[in-house]
């Protein structure tokens, strides 16, 4: 369990946060707690010094568990802000309140200057999204051009990232999240709650 008291009273800082407001709220002595929810891959490429990695199927998988770990205020992580969002709408079923979106990801943290702890490099999952599906639609309209039926193909990849976009969900990013590729150094449930259970620094 974590060493924080699940009564402790609840900041004032907002729902989304920009880097700059979680830079400043990282400096106090409530500071939050910070999970990040990309692959295991895209965090030891670049991460935000101090956060946790607690990949989205994880975190989807063990929410409840997780739930009881997380008693101080949680800022959710990933590259962009979508899939944080997606974990957020997961912990909050679980009925914690004390959740908070990094606007912008850790995209918008970079932008602003601010330090990442950097390994080897890994295309983030968003990055695979665009090359997968823009050389599916590629395949797609170059094989029409002899089998007619396979501009079909094409249409299926449009109608599907229209409809991530609708959602804000990505059926193509959950499956090739789950590629060996991206899953290696994935934390197992045990070391994150060992992780979890410490007090912040």
């Known amino acids: 369990m974590s060493t924080t008291s699940s009564t402790a009273p609840r900041t004032s800082h ?3 946060l920009d880097a700059a407001a979680l830079e400043e709220w990282l400096a106090s002595p409530d500071r939050p707690r910070l999970l990040d ?3 295991a891959a895209e965090f030891t490429t670049a991460h935000i010094p101090g956060s946790y990695n607690v990949p989205l199927g994880l975190l989807r998988e063990h929410r409840d568990e997780l739930r009881d ?5 949680v800022v ?4 962009s802000g979508a899939r944080a969002g997606q974990a957020e709408g997961l912990l909050s079923a679980t009925g914690l309140d004390n959740l908070h979106v990094l606007s912008g990801g850790v995209s918008a943290w970079e932008s602003a200057g601010l330090p990442l702890n950097r390994g080897s490099e890994t295309w983030e999952l968003e990055r695979q999204v665009r090359l997968v599906a823009g050389g599916l639609v590629l395949a797609g309209v170059l094989a029409s051009i002899r089998l007619p039926a396979a501009k079909w193909v094409s249409g299926a990849i449009g109608a599907g990232l229209t409809g991530a976009a609708l959602t804000n969900s990505c ?6 999240s789950m590629l060996p590729y991206n899953r290696t150094g994935e934390p197992s449930l045990d070391s994150v709650l060992r992780e979890l259970s410490a007090p912040t620094a």
Not at 69 to 73: I, K, P, S, T
Not at 171 to 176: F, I, P, Q, V
């Open 37 to 39: 929810v990309r692959s």
């Open 14 to 16: 907002p729902a989304a």
């Open 171 to 176: 059926a193509m990013g959950k499956a090739l």
């Open 76 to 79: 959710l992580i990933c590259r």
């Open 69 to 73: 770990h997380l008693d101080e205020d």
